[in-house]
């Protein structure tokens, strides 16, 4: 049976360089990077070497990258101890509903804090307005954070606008770029953000290694206590290989941006218009152009998402959904409630996201395979029934 | 995450479909996550025997596995005993469900007794079944 992977906003693949570079400092440098003698000196430069080709890859200073342990660590650190850090000037901070958990929860702790926070909203598509931001904006605003592009519908934010807005008034701006980096064009003298956060396993490097960048002069609370690594703000001996395998990840996925993106691009297109086409009550979710070259989010109307996703692992497709049948939590994707959708259209969303194994034929084979699938899960739904005798849904 | 069991019933659920001159029929939604189900029944007057049964769900795999065994555990068996079914048992029949979707397997129960209670108000035979009982159903 053919295996096509359509879930890169997920996680992906190790790529064959990363896996290269990180075997040999596992083999071969096992120094601690502190440590002055040529056991730990080796390491050290590898780290300083990986450094730097984050730093280039968003058009930042190497003394302005942080290695964290994840995505989520890196919005931790920038949102929590940025707030806490000036929390003198102000208590009011600004972020989104279609924030990931690692940002919204970040805001609910502080919240809990004596923090007030401002949610705000997006249209139909997923998108912001800088009218709404800069309405939200107070003499005590002290940071706001706005994610680049969403991982679930792939809206793109205006986060240069936002971000130029709160550099005037000199307030914080952290943006989270985990979904970004080597998709589109990523530099934080354009964003204008004072932190950005990004992470490996989006961009074929390694699990549990992220990045935060934090412009020179900006300062955070230290939410860790320990060593002296990472400037204090990611103590604990520093994972050595995962870091050089995001330096490899990201120097490579910024190098074949363009191109890749461009394919890419063409690939989800085809998709889209072809389930579009060939399946009838289907919508596509977030935003046909200013959006993540290679997220396709589509809802298919009467079905739910976790049947959707079982029934095409069945048939070697792996796709996610913002069903409320597959949060664990019972409620569907806070992003598509945020966005307007029913609870029955949520319940439907299917969500692609192709990458570097994606090809023609994998798109076809999709296009193909899915109308029986949904041919089969409507033939089963009282939704689809009372839809196609003019009941009311309810 | 799903037992053999629970994907082999979802992948060929038993029972799909309506029963036109049905004896009995019931819709439940789930106030959980919002899924909906449908079951039945076709159920001889005299014998009190099921004698058909068919469902229709909107849910998640588990959903539909254990509407489908839910329908396999009732079909030809008589009406006190389908009164008996408990959600547990049908779980227990597909060799258990993860906890976050045993509010599913309610699903199965709760539609066959509003299919039941349907047909006792449409027959006029006293199933014990009442009305309010349908306000909250136990989830363990
Ligand atoms: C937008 C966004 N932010 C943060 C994260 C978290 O990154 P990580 O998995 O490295 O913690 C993810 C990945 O799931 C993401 O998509
Ligand atoms: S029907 Fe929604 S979780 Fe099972």
Redesign the interface.
């Known amino acids: 049976m053919r295996r096509v992977y359509l879930d890169h906003g997920a996680t992906t693949p190790v790529r064959k360089e990363v896996i290269e570079a990180m075997m040999q400092v596992h083999s071969e440098v096992f120094g601690n990077p502190s440590s002055i003698h040529s056991f730990g000196r080796p390491a050290r430069k590898l780290i300083e070497e990986a450094r730097e080709k984050v730093a280039q890859a968003i058009g930042a200073d190497p003394k302005e990258i942080i290695f964290t342990g994840s995505g989520t660590e890196a919005d931790n650190i920038a949102i929590i101890g940025g707030a806490r850090a000036n929390q003198k000037k102000g208590k009011h901070l600004i972020t989104t509903v279609v924030e990931h958990h690692a940002v919204l929860d970040a805001f609910k702790s502080l919240e809990k804090e004596g923090f007030e926070v401002t949610y705000l909203s997006v249209d139909g598509e997923g998108a912001v307005s800088v009218e709404e931001f800069q309405n939200a904006l107070r003499d005590d605003t002290i940071l706001v954070s706005v994610m680049h592009a969403n991982n679930e519908v792939g809206t793109i934010q205006p986060v240069e606008e936002i971000g130029k807005i709160c550099r005037e008034r000199k307030i914080l701006f952290h943006t989270d770029a985990v979904q970004t980096v080597g998709k589109v064009p990523v530099n934080v003298k354009e964003i204008n953000c004072d932190f950005l956060a990004l992470s490996g396993h989006k961009i074929y490097g390694p699990k549990g290694i992220g990045a935060l960048y934090m412009r020179r002069g900006v300062r955070v609370q230290p939410l860790y206590h320990g060593g002296g690594q990472e400037r204090k703000l990611r103590p604990g001996t520093e994972n050595v290989a995962n870091i050089v395998g995001l330096g490899v990840a990201i120097e490579h996925a910024v190098a074949e941006m363009p191109a890749e993106s461009a394919r890419l691009e063409k690939l989800r297109d085809r998709l889209i218009e072809g389930v579009l086409g060939s399946i009838e009550e289907t919508r596509l979710n977030g935003p046909r152009t200013k959006r993540l070259p290679h997220n396709a989010n589509i809802s298919i109307e ?3 998402g ?2 959707l996703i ?2 095409m692992d ?1 048939k070697g497709m792996a796709v996610s959904s913002g ?4 949060s ?1 939590s ?3 994707s806070h992003v598509l409630m945020a966005m307007g959708l029913t ?2 259209t949520a ?1 439907g969303s299917l969500r692609m996201t192709l990458g570097h194994s994606t090809t023609d034929e994998d798109v076809d084979y999709v296009i193909t395979e899915l109308k029986p699938i949904v041919d089969k899960l409507r ?7 009372r839809f196609q005798k003019g009941l009311p849904i ?1 | 995450m ?1 037992t053999d069991k629970v ?1 082999d019933h ?2 060929n ?1 038993r029972n ?1 479909g ?1 029963i036109e001159d049905a004896s009995g029929v019931g ?1 439940v ?1 789930n106030m ?7 079951m039945y029944l076709k159920i001889n007057d005299e014998t009190n025997v099921i004698e058909d049964v068919t469902f ?6 588990a ?2 596995a254990t509407s489908s065994m839910s329908t396999e555990m009732i079909k030809g068996k008589s009406i006190d005993e389908a009164l008996n079914l408990t959600n547990r048992a049908i779980a227990d029949a597909l060799d258990g469900l993860p906890p ?1 979707k045993m ?2 397997s309610v699903l199965a129960e709760e539609a066959l007794k509003a299919a039941l209670l349907d047909y006792q108000k449409k027959s006029g035979k006293n199933l014990g079944l009442n009305e309010d009982d349908f306000e909250d159903w136990d989830e363990e």
Do not use: R
């Open positions: 009467y079905i739910e976790e049947a079982l029934s069945m069903s409320a049948c597959t664990g019972l409620d569907p609870h029955t319940h033939a089963m739904s009282p939704v689809w029934e309810h | 799903y994907l979802f992948t659920p799909v309506e819709e939604g959980k996550c919002g899924d909906i189900m449908k229709k769900t909107f849910g998640c795999g959903a539909i976050v509010h599913c």
